[in-house]
Every structure is written in C-alpha cells, then in structure tokens.
C-alpha cells in the first residue's frame, strides 16, 4: 500500500486540538477539586467514625506520610543493589571489591540515615506541639 520510503502520518491538528482542550478541562476540574476536597476533608474539625475517612483526612493534612515508607524500601533496594553489583568489580580488585561493598553502603546509609532525620525531626516537634496546646 505504502512505498518502501514512505509513511502515514496521522493529521496532528486534530490530535494538538484535542490534548489543549483536556489541558484546559484538567486545569478547571483540579481546581474544583482541590477546593472540594479542602474543603470537605481537610477543614472539618467533627469526629469521623469511618476508618477509611481518618486516614483520608490524615493523608491530606499530611499527617500520614508516604516518603518514609519510600525511603527504607529504596534504601532496601539500593542496599543489595551495591552488594550486588559489588561483585562485578572482585575481578578487578578483591581490595575495590571490599571498597566498593563497605564505603558504598556506608555512604548509601548515611544519605538515607540523614534524609530519615529530617523527618523524624519533623514528627517530633509536631508531638511537641500537640503536648504543649
């Protein structure tokens, strides 16, 4: 149907056309929604009976927080990572191969140990907050 060097090409006005109006009704309905849900969860100072709605309302008060669940398993991930890959370089050098294993993992440690503090920090003072009201 189509020559050697040849190729169909589908119309991308249509497609452009299409992709700015979703924008636009993406933009309008996130901003209704962020307001909605301000608004209905967030704001409200009443008891919630419903599990599902206390921690909905602690997630989006950030009260529950989600990076330091995905800090340890990326450190978990990284962890064997570096052990792992530490194996190629015993062919090389079994002294690299003890650098690379030991240092890396310490470092690897440290720059999560530090990224943790921060938000242990954060959980801390928000206790002592709530003890001193």
Known sequence: M???NSYYTPTVTTGYAGSVVWTIVSVL???IGGFL???LFTNKKEKLNNKFLI???DFLNFKKLLLEVILKITYAIFAIFITLTSFNVISTSFV?????LVLGNVFLRIIY???LMIIMIWK???EINKKMK
């Not at 690299?96 to 690379?100: C, I, K, S």
């Open 2 to 4: 189509y020559g050697l």
């Open 29 to 31: 309905l996130a901003i």
């Open 37 to 39: 849900v301000y608004f």
């Open 55 to 57: 921690w909905l309302k």
């Open 96 to 100: 690299g191969f003890l650098l690379y």
């Open 113 to 115: 140990e530090s990224s």
């Open 124 to 126: 801390n003072t928000t």
